[in-house]
């Protein structure tokens, strides 16, 4: 007989596992909580859907950090060649943008899960939507809640891709922490990862500046140096260039209770240039227009300049250079794990064996950001999706191959 494969978590990670599943000619079922499949790979999509990243594999696996070597034969083996690829089978054209990002032509996300779901359809899944695992039962059953009450439903393996912390109203809750943790599975607490900050602005740079984008800046922190954009909220900041540092801000704040961040508002001139151009007589002229004319700092980086800079520093040329090449932002907390890009923690690396099988629980595999890594945003964090869900659907059919020969 057949054996048939129950894949929990319909995002990114569990439809790969399916289709290798499939490939291989097994019964797959595919069960979500959600109304829908893939909302939260839906709303990867509003930004564009960066689906991976095209620079050299070996910077790539860097982005891992420490679980960059536990991921390598995953991500090695369904690369950014190996994903683009993939997209193009579905009819998905990719391109490469000038930062190396890899996004399809029109960055949509719906017309590939629309063309991925109506190809696994077809090789035979199985979809059941509205169903919430909730655990194990007694006899080893997958417990589900469902519109009609609680169910259950037999496997002779299980992939569970249920997502990480970020965004719980697309799907991903982490309720299922507690049950593999009991199961004897080692869980790691889940973490903003991507994530903005708290700063603590005055009342007049929140209600003036929040919301605008600060442009050409370079932040530091420790011996890291990003050069991009983020921007300034409310509460504090966000964006692309804070996310590439937060793992790192992140962990700081919470051993040392703050973070100071600092910023560059003006990367192409010398501090040396900066102050010759301050020192120049401004006349008549108030701070703000000479702060304007001899340096080109205006709106909101103006803004964030005054709030952290005192009188003294201002009225001092060299001071001022300094200031406006190391600006000191102090960050004391990160934002919420709801609104979080993506999260760290969950199901240890060493809780599975290299086949993504839990080695507390035989017979069921991980996969996904219900794994504990991270990696800032480029693609990053699908690519890892995929190439884990491949590699747990893989494992799940040598496993079942082995087990039932
Ligand atoms: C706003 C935003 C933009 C992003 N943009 C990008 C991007 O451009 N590039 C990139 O690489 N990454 C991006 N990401 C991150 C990326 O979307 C995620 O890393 C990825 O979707 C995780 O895939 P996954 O399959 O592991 O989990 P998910 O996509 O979270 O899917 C998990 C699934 O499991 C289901 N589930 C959870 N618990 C249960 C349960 N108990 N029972 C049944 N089903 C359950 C959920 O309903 C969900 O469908 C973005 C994320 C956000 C929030």
Same mark, same amino acid.
């Not at 129950?6 to 019964?27: C, D, K």
């Not at 860097?62 to 993939?86: K, T």
């Not at 890291?224 to 966000?238: D, K, L, Y």
């Given at each position: ?59 790539? &696996? ?182 590439? &540092? ?14 100071? &961040? ?66 000191? &932002? ?76």
């Amino acid at each position: 007989m057949t054996a048939r494969i129950a894949v929990v978590g319909g995002g990114p990670a569990g439809l790969m596992a399916a289709e290798r599943l499939l490939a291989q000619g097994l019964e797959v079922d595919i069960y979500d909580a959600m109304p829908s499949l893939g909302r939260k790979f839906l709303m990867a999509g509003k930004s564009g859907l960066n689906l991976t990243h095209g620079e050299p594999l070996a910077a790539f &696996l860097g982005r891992f950090g420490d679980a960059g070597e536990a991921l390598d034969p995953s991500l090695r083996s369904f690369d950014a060649p190996a994903v683009r690829g993939w997209a193009d089978e579905l009819g998905i054209e990719t391109f490469v943008g000038s930062s190396g990002r890899v996004f399809p032509v029109n960055f949509k996300a719906a017309p590939l899960l629309r063309a991925w779901l109506h190809r696994l359809r077809g090789a035979g899944a199985r979809i059941h939507v509205r169903h919430k695992w909730t655990g194990w039962s007694g006899d080893g059953g997958l417990c589900f809640e469902t519109p009609v009450g609680a169910v259950q439903h037999g496997s002779d393996a299980t992939v569970l891709a249920l997502g990480g912390g970020s965004w719980p109203r697309l799907g991903s809750d982490g309720a299922w922490m507690p049950v593999l943790a009991k199961a004897g599975a080692r869980i790691v607490a889940l973490k903003p990862s991507n994530c903005g900050f708290d700063i603590d602005w005055s009342d007049h740079f929140s209600a003036r500046f929040a919301g605008q984008p600060v442009k050409s800046v370079v932040l530091s922190f420790g011996d890291t140096h990003v050069e991009g954009e983020f921007v300034a909220t409310g509460s504090g900041i966000e964006g692309s260039a804070v996310y590439t &540092l937060s793992a790192a801000l992140r962990d700081a704040i919470s051993s040392a209770g703050a973070a100071m &961040l600092t910023l560059d508002l003006a990367p192409d001139r010398s501090a040396a240039r900066l102050e010759a151009e301050l020192a120049k007589p401004r006349g008549k002229k108030s701070m703000a227009t000479h702060l304007r004319r001899v340096t080109g700092l205006t709106g909101v980086k103006a803004g964030l300049l005054r709030e952290v800079t005192d009188a003294r520093t201002f009225a001092d040329p060299r001071m001022l250079a300094l200031q406006i090449k190391s600006l000191p &932002l102090r960050l004391t907390a990160t934002r919420p794990i709801e609104e979080a890009i993506s999260s760290a923690g969950g199901v240890a690396l060493d809780a599975i064996d290299a086949n993504y099988m839990l080695i507390a629980r035989p017979g069921v595999f991980c996969a996904g950001e219900m794994l504990d890594w991270e990696a800032p945003t480029g693609g990053y964090l699908l690519s890892a999706c995929f190439a884990t869900g491949r590699a747990a659907g893989d494992g799940a059919a040598r496993w079942l191959a082995l087990d039932r020969a």
